[in-house]
């Protein structure tokens, strides 16, 4: 069976990657065989993780933080994402490593050889067909979540400037796998970008 492809979609909160990757999901679904889903927090195990990493009440030490994203992906790319890419689906997933590496990364300050190893490592070297990164600015990103934030959600402004540049500095040193899209337009209109990158590839 034709190898599926594996595809995942980037960005700050509220940069509306989720509403995007559902409207490419109804687009593409009655011509091919598409899986929605996350990290954190597929099914099973990753619902139990996704509960902590967003509404835990105390402190995460980065460290721990990243070591629990991990283990989402482990199980993840195990359980989910590999089958379905074997059986010839195509994989749209809302966060994969690059949020690790933004978030983690450039937002904490972690080391970024250690978390592109320990990445590999949760991945076991599985690496996405084509991200797309939808870039927005945090002032409208904060807009757009409103005013009932996640733990990750309220880490501040600064941090999230972080954040969105790391997303840009990954694309930079990735342009064959990583697209930036201006999540500032319309959805109409970053829906049309959207599928300019998407179609050449299915």
């Not at 999901?25 to 889903?37: E, F, G, M, R, V």
């Not at 992906?73 to 690790?100: F, M, W, Y």
């Not at 040193?173 to 998407?198: G, M, T, Y």
């Amino acid at each position: 069976m034709k190898k599926g492809l594996f595809i995942t979609f980037e960005g700050a909160d509220g940069c509306g990657k989720t509403t995007q990757l559902n409207r490419l999901a109804d687009y593409l679904t009655p011509a091919k065989a598409i899986i929605k889903t996350r990290e954190p927090g597929a099914k099973g195990l990753g619902e139990k993780l996704r509960e902590i990493l967003l509404n835990y009440d105390g402190e995460i030490a980065p460290r721990c933080e990243s070591f629990l994203f991990l283990a989402d992906r482990a199980q993840h790319i195990e359980q989910i994402v590999k089958p379905a890419i074997n059986e010839g689906k195509i994989v749209l997933c809302d966060r994969h490593t690059d949020s690790t590496v933004a978030y983690q990364g450039y937002g904490r300050g972690l080391d970024l050889n250690e978390i592109n190893y320990l990445n590999n490592l949760a991945t076991g070297g599985l690496k996405p067909d084509l991200t797309i990164v939808f870039d927005v600015d945090i002032e409208t990103s904060m807009t757009r979540v409103g005013t009932e934030k996640d733990r990750m959600e309220t880490a501040g402004i600064e941090f999230f400037n972080r954040v969105r540049n790391g997303y840009l500095e990954i694309a930079k040193q990735e342009p064959e796998r990583v697209k930036v899209l201006n999540a500032a337009k319309s959805i109409d209109e970053v829906f049309s970008d959207l599928l300019n990158i998407i179609k050449p590839l299915i």
